[in-house]
């Protein structure tokens, strides 16, 4: 006992994500609670504490750190050491310290929390100021330009502190003692609105015209922590008209911002567990089912809504005047990046709106919304952004210097930080100009950001992929990694797995290294390479990726494969709208071989079923024809069509089902569910085969196939009731966007066999 008292001095190295998270003033408290003494900085590897006092003092609060530590921080390591006493004689926030080759994480952007809500009640110098924050809120990936975290390296140095902002920042009980955006109304950003008419600074007039404008059904530009919104009322008809009309967005669903789940409760339904991601402090917008009483013009036949819940001051204060839902979509012109600066934003989102919210902190970096929905109880994100990004990933691997440059839609790029992998934020679609060149800047900021050197830049096998233009420029070392097998290796990853599984990658597309399009993969896999075990067949498609926004083509294309000539007498009436040109031509083409690549993607069957059941016949954004089909699913039919388990996939018995059931005039539901229930057995009879004959019983389930949470819901649980182990997404998306993540991955694999 005698021993508990003896006075130890022990060093203690904490890495993760303790930076802006208001770490360091927890740690204060916490030594102030045992009334140690001592020391805490931050420094480019993250924290390091010097702390002193009674044996059993420190042990509670080394006890009590992980346990207390703030909601937002994420500890991956605490490492203790001895030193000889110090005879520190109070406990101390030490200047952060510069040099360690190594780097700590970024905090994502955080929701304002409930203590600054209140605070902008009560007080004086803060009362409704609209950019409130404190060390456990506010902005923080969006205005960093540098590490490690301090004022001067995020844009609000622009913002001399007022003398009460300051003695709060030095206040070390003050909530916001070191809150780096700390402001005020004397010393922060402000709002400016900007219309036509006129321009205001005065908040309550920024707020009550917005209010005004909103019910009058005009649409406004909003900036917000990553970038511009666009927003209108999401219960006025003609509004979202012309939103749509004007952002070039005839059916994309369009996000919805509710004042509260209470509101929400009335419009969609939702679970505990998605409750708990609506609310959680990263504030995703969330997929939910609708309940049929929102706009056609919002919902467009998806049953299926993007909600979101209040996350900076501005939102609450909109829905004190506003009760109705408000459409807040991203401020850009259909695949263009969204728009970060005011000039900009003045620029590009004329032609849609001439009322502008813009305000005066820069956004460094741009940040959309973040997309994820619940399925089996477990959050699956489907665009990783606002919230998440650039919280790193933790891999069993070393992967410091390896460059992925990740897929051509919904692309992500990825460094590699000794064992930690730093996903980008969404990106989007590399064929567009100004998206490319905002991956391209991206890159080059990360590498300046994380002080990050590239070795090894790997990209896709595909060769007309802008990433490997990126890969080709930089002149370093490359290596090529098939779209599917980083699919497989993204899931591994996510659950650090590093053996062999059964891979199942269904998806859109993906340059297989037979040159045609795969995506129907089942696969053998580990992350040193794979064996393309079975999928389905290949068949044409006409006019390749055109084919992609004419789901029409594909089902014709599709029954002309599996029927031959005969397909005419099939007389389905999803071609009785199409000219009988039109079809001549890409029959002649298919018969050809003009421009029709061969593909066995699962996508594009699920784009044949959309299109022959006639649900679906033109695609005006990426996934409808697969979304509208789940969306239609009769949840009351569990049977399925027959299938055949030859190798290659035949499709001819689904087909066959499909039509026989279209001639009887089954309902679409019915029919879709069949479909739905079909593919599913595929997966899981095809499964129990490669288990028999290989001994395996671990399945990773990824790509963009099993973002349709009717599949994912249903063959997760079967696959686990039929006794496999089955690793499916969450942290990172199952579609493109998590493919970089598995190239690095499989590059680091390579790595350790090469040493
Ligand atoms: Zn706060
Ligand atoms: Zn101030
Ligand atoms: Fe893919």
Not at 116 to 132: G, N
Not at 683 to 703: C, F, M, P, Y
Request: glycine share 6%; net charge neutral.
């Amino acid at each position: 006992m005698k021993k508990r008292k003896e006075i130890v001095s022990i060093k203690i190295t904490i890495h993760g994500l303790v930076q802006g998270v208001g770490f360091r003033p927890f740690i204060y408290r916490l030594a102030n609670d045992f009334a140690l003494t001592g020391n805490v900085c931050n420094n480019n590897s993250g924290v390091t504490i010097r702390i002193e006092g009674p044996a059993s003092a420190i042990d509670q609060f080394l006890h009590q750190l992980p346990a207390q530590a703030p909601i937002q921080s994420n500890i991956r390591s605490i490492h203790t050491e001895k030193m000889p006493p110090q005879g520190f004689r109070t406990f101390q926030i030490t200047v952060s310290q510069e040099g360690s080759k190594n780097i700590t994480q970024i905090s994502p952007d955080i929701a304002v929390c409930e203590a600054c809500l209140s605070d902008r009640k009560q007080q004086a110098h803060r009362l409704t100021y609209p950019f409130i924050n404190c060390t456990n809120c506010g902005p923080r990936f969006s205005i960093i330009t540098a590490l490690p975290y301090d004022r001067d390296k995020t844009t609000m140095h622009l913002f001399h502190m007022c003398e009460t902002c300051q003695t709060e920042y030095n206040h070390i009980n003050d909530r916001r003692y070191h809150a780096q955006p700390i402001a005020c109304n004397q010393c922060g950003p402000h709002y400016e609105l900007i219309t036509p008419t006129g321009k205001t600074h005065n908040y309550q007039e920024v707020i009550s015209s917005a209010v005004n404008l909103i019910k009058q059904g005009e649409i406004i530009a909003i900036k917000g922590v990553g970038g511009f919104h666009l927003g209108c009322d999401a219960l006025n008809d003609s509004a979202l008209e012309q939103l749509r009309h004007h952002k070039k967005r005839s059916s994309k669903p369009l996000a919805v911002l509710f004042p509260n789940s209470e509101s929400l409760c009335q419009y969609a339904y939702f679970s505990a567990s998605e409750q708990t991601l609506l609310e959680s402090w990263q504030r995703p917008i969330v997929l939910l089912q609708h309940r049929n009483k929102l706009p056609v013009e919002i919902t467009r036949g998806l049953n299926t809504i993007g909600a979101f819940l209040p996350y900076m001051p501005i939102h609450y204060d909109l829905f004190e005047q506003f009760q109705n839902p408000i459409v807040l979509t991203s401020g850009n012109i259909s695949d263009e990046p969204i728009c970060i600066t005011n000039s900009s934003a003045q620029k590009q989102l004329r032609s849609i709106t001439t009322h502008f919210i813009t305000h005066n902190r820069i956004i460094h970096n741009r940040v959309d919304d973040s997309v994820a929905m619940v399925v089996n109880d477990t959050p699956r994100i489907l665009r990783r952004s606002r919230g998440y990004s650039p919280a790193p990933i933790e891999t069993t691997l070393q992967v410091e210097g390896l460059l992925a440059t990740g897929a051509e839609l919904s692309n992500t790029f990825a460094i590699g930080k000794e064992s930690q992998v730093i996903l980008s934020q969404h990106i989007g679609d590399l064929k567009n100009y100004e998206t490319f060149r905002f991956y391209e800047e991206t890159i080059n900021r990360y590498q300046q950001l994380f002080q990050f050197q590239p070795q090894l830049v790997i990209h896709d096998l595909h060769p007309d992929y802008n990433s490997i233009l990126f890969a080709e420029k930089s002149g370093l070392p490359s290596l090529a990694v098939q779209h599917h097998h980083a699919h497989i290796a993204a899931c591994m990853a996510e659950h650090e797995l590093d053996e062999k599984v059964m891979g199942v990658a269904f998806d859109g597309t993906g340059y297989g290294t037979d040159g045609n399009s795969w995506g129907s993969e089942f696969m053998i896999c580990d992350l040193s390479g794979f064996d393309r075990l079975n999928h389905f067949e290949y068949f044409p498609l006409p006019g390749g990726d055109a084919a992609i926004k004419e789901p029409w083509r594909i089902g014709l294309s599709l029954l002309h494969h599996c029927f031959g000539d005969e397909w005419t007498k099939l007389k389905l009436p999803f071609l009785e709208n199409i000219p009988p040109y039109q079809i001549n031509t890409i029959i002649q083409a298919i018969q050809q071989h003009i421009n029709t690549p061969l593909t066995c993607s699962a996508g594009r069957l699920f784009d044949a079923v959309a299109a022959i059941t006639g649900l679906c016949l033109t695609s005006d954004f990426h996934a409808q024809a697969p979304m509208l089909l789940e969306s239609v699913i009769n949840r009351e039919i569990h049977d399925h069509y027959r299938s055949s388990l030859s190798t290659p996939l035949p499709f001819k018995p689904i087909l066959k089902g499909v039509i026989t059931d279209i001639h009887k005039k089954e309902p679409i539901g019915t029919i879709s569910a069949r479909f739905h229930n079909t593919i599913c057995q595929i997966i899981i009879e095809q499964l129990k085969i490669t288990r028999d004959h290989l001994h395996l019983n671990k399945v990773a389930l990824s790509g963009g196939c099993f973002q349709n949470g009717f599949i994912l819901t249903k063959l997760e649980k079967e696959l686990k009731n039929n006794r496999f182990e089955v690793y499916t997404h969450s942290a990172v998306p199952a579609n493109d966007g998590g493919i970089s993540l598995g190239q690095i991955l499989i590059a680091a694999k390579k790595q350790t066999r090469c040493v």
